[in-house]
């Protein structure tokens, strides 16, 4: 065989299969047909949308009210002691220890 005639049928298929590619190209191009291939990671870095600062202020808020709904509903009765029952838990424990020591229990 003769060496042109092998670059001309080379050449031939080389054709076809740029033909076939193209084909192929441009069905993956159209919008909503079988074979589309997803957007490289670039493409979907770049049309990422982002929110302002006032969205992200928004939601924030948002979430606070939500939180504090929630905080609210299981929230346990503030259980405090008056300024009395202070008052007397504090003798009864000064005369507790006052009889330990009186009967020799606590090193001071």
Do not use: C, F
Not at 81 to 96: G, T, V
Request: aromatic share 2%.
């Amino acid at each position: 065989m003769d060496t042109a005639q092998i670059i001309a049928e080379l050449r031939s298929e080389r054709d076809r299969l740029d033909q076939a590619i193209a084909a192929l190209e441009g069905l993956a191009g159209a919008p909503g047909r079988a074979g589309t291939t997803m957007p490289s990671v670039a493409k979907r870095a770049a049309g990422r949308r982002r929110i302002s600062a006032a969205g992200r202020k928004r939601i924030a808020e948002a979430a606070k009210r939500r939180w504090a709904k929630v905080k609210a509903a299981h929230a346990a009765p503030s259980r405090h002691l008056s300024a009395a029952a202070r008052k007397r838990l504090s003798e009864l424990a000064k005369a507790r220890w006052a009889k330990r020591k009186k009967e020799g229990k606590t090193k001071l």
